[in-house]
């Protein structure tokens, strides 16, 4: 169909979808992947999940299929192309860099990275001081993204117009 889900990642509306698909994600959580209908998992409030996270919780070795809860800690955040394996439990405030494999317990305030993950620092001790500014006119720019979703789901269907007067004229 036209409209899909993907759209939704890293906008605001993605933690509310995870959340209506029955998954606990606290609030502030920012998704920019959106997990999967059938994974376990906790995100707490302020996280962040990058773009292209493997979120499942799941895997098959041999014949045996192997199912874990998989929990991200409160102003935990997840780099982009990570794995989450079952049972990967994020501390709070911890960073787990992008492309790194978790399999197990990331403490808290530690940043990870590698594959496997292996720790490599202090989370955030790279990053600048002070926290991040909000954003002004916050309803505006929820407004924006409802636009430029409803725009770029319509252009596959406004595509089709010049084709049909063709043929109806």
């Known amino acids: ?58 895997w098959i070795e041999g014949d045996e299929l192997v199912i874990g809860q998989v929990d991200v800690g409160a102003r935990a955040r997840v780099g982009g ?23 197990g317990r990331v403490p808290a305030g530690e940043r990870w990275a590698g594959s496997p993950a292996r720790r490599v620092g202090v989370a955030g001790e790279e990053w600048p001081e002070g926290t991040a500014a909000r954003a002004d006119h916050a309803r505006f720019w929820k407004a924006m993204y409802a636009v430029g979703l409803t725009v770029k789901n319509l252009l596959p269907l406004l595509a089709i117009v010049p084709e049909v007067l063709v043929i109806l004229a």
Do not use: C, N
């Open 81 to 103: 192309l990570s794995v989450l394996m079952p049972g990967a439990e994020i501390g709070a405030g911890a960073e787990v860099e992008p492309g790194s494999v978790i399999d």
């Open 1 to 58: 169909g036209a409209w899909r889900v993907q759209g939704l990642e890293g906008t605001p509306w993605a933690a509310r979808y995870a959340r209506l698909g029955g998954h606990r994600v606290g609030r502030g959580a920012r998704l920019f992947t959106l997990p999967p209908a059938a994974s376990l998992i906790t995100i707490g409030e302020d996280a962040t999940i990058e773009g292209e996270v493997d979120l499942e919780g799941w």
